[in-house]
């Protein structure tokens, strides 16, 4: 399974004898899909050669603070935006004090300066030189800032001591970035997504959609999944690969993707309805292809069933999140459908507008809820979808136990 599919790990390299292995981490990363960008500092490329993880990484490797070519691509700034996660392996003793001291005298710690994202030291050295109070004091120092500390592990080290100072092994510390990603915020729920928009047939060569490309719907379903959820994504038509271990359904129209939600709906802890399911379907769909004709064509539309407004009447219906598609007025619009689709959360985007809503891969959202909402800022839609997902998580574990 692809658990790290859309991730990225910022692989950060210093300078002591593992940071061969460091090079397995990458491969495992990749081999879970991950995205995995590497930086080094000057010390590590004493050991090993950025060429090795630049072969396995396809991508230059980051080893220069002040680059002008870098700065001007991927710089220490955009490094730290860049990615979800940042392990250091391994992580010298040097190295740990450095960070510690909050200095940024190179790449690695420059970029640990500037970022928000969550932090992974594996350390690595000899066993003095981890069990020396200065070094103990660094790594409490950061682990009180939130920095997660892997290892070290015990055993026979390369200068031939034995203790505690060798670093965790490749596979040890893929599991700590996997397990970071599996949030568990839904551990043990069922979410039930719809995704994407219907077409809904004229004839046998036309039919009537929208721009929804599934991306959004799509990403909630990976989010879910990684939060722990067990997830059934019923999906419009879209040319999407389905998310990891997600249990996907395709559908063509909305009355399909009203008969593939309905009854599952009532298995479901969690409905997120982020289909741009169509309103109206022509009455009639014709059998053979509708010839033109010089005056024109009327078609006559009649309304489809209102999904996620059924599953809200449903007896028993799980906690239902509505999205709302605006161009105008956007706040008013979403509270109004809160309200009249009986909904326990809204979601609401623009749409017709550049960097959000349809087929782009950047969105914004503005979240309501009975007595409460939230803005979440333009990012991509994975990363939006974390966020609204943890916030779903709050808001349906507040509900069921009060
Ligand atoms: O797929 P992308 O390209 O990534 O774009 C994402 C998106 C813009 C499609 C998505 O973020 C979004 O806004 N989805 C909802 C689109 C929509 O139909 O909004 P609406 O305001 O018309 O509908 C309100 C709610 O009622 C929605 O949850 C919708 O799924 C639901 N509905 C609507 C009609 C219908 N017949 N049945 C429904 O369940």
């Known amino acids: 399974m692809n658990k790290l599919q859309h991730r990225r790990v910022l692989l950060g390299v210093t300078g002591g004898v593992a940071a061969y292995k460091a090079a397995e981490v990458l491969r495992l990363c990749q081999s879970l899909g991950a995205e995995v960008r590497v930086v080094m500092t000057p010390a ?9 993880f630049q072969a396995l990484s396809g991508l230059p490797v980051h080893t220069q603070l002040l680059d ?19 392990l250091v392996a391994p992580a010298s003793a040097d190295f740990i004090a ?42 409490s120092k950061l682990a009180a800032q ?7 592990d015990e055993g026979l080290q390369a200068c031939g001591e ?14 700590s970035i996997v397990e970071h990603f599996s949030s ?31 991306k959004m719907g799509f990403a909630l379903a990976q989010a879910c999944a990684d939060a722990g959820a067990q997830v059934t994504l019923v999906a419009g038509p879209v040319h999407l690969p389905t998310p990891s271990g997600v249990e996907r359904i395709d559908v063509i129209s909305a009355s399909d993707m009203a008969e593939a ?25 014709s059998d053979n292809k509708l010839k033109k004709n010089a005056s024109g064509m ?64 950047l969105n914004a959202l503005s979240v309501y809820w009975q007595n409460g909402e939230q803005l979440l800022d333009s990012k991509s839609k994975p990363e939006l979808a974390r966020e609204l997902i943890s916030l779903i998580a709050t808001r349906y574990h507040e509900k069921n136990t009060t």
């Open 44 to 52: 590590a490329t004493e050991f090993i050669a950025p060429l090795t």
């Open 298 to 361: 009327q078609l006559n539309l009649i309304k489809t069933t209102d999904i996620i407004s059924t599953v809200t009447q449903q007896k028993g219906r799980p906690f239902c999140v509505g999205f709302a598609a605006e161009t105008d007025a956007l706040e008013t619009y979403a509270k109004g459908k809160l309200i009249d689709k009986s909904l326990d959360m809204i979601a609401a985007n623009w749409v017709g507008q550049k960097d959000s809503g349809f087929n782009s891969d």
């Open 162 to 175: 034995i203790g505690f100072g060798r670093m965790l092994q490749p596979e040890s510390l893929l599991q």
């Open 146 to 152: 939130g920095v997660l500390v892997l290892g070290p």
């Open 68 to 86: 002008a070519e870098q700065e001007a691509g991927m710089g220490h700034i955009n490094l730290a935006r860049w990615a979800d996660v940042i």
């Open 98 to 139: 450095r960070l510690a001291a909050g200095m940024a005298n190179d790449l690695l710690t420059t970029i640990l300066l500037a970022t928000e994202k969550t932090i992974m030291l594996a350390p690595a050295m000899n066993r003095a030189m981890f069990e020396d109070p200065k070094t103990q004091q660094n790594l």
């Open 184 to 214: 568990g915020e839904l551990a043990g729920l069922k979410v039930l997504l719809n995704a994407g928009p219907t077409q809904e047939a004229i004839d046998p060569v036309r039919f009537i959609t929208n721009h929804s490309s599934g």
């Open 261 to 285: 939600v309905l009854p599952r709906a009532q298995q479901a802890d969690i409905f997120i309805a982020t289909a741009a399911v169509a309103d109206y379907t022509p009455a009639v769909v």
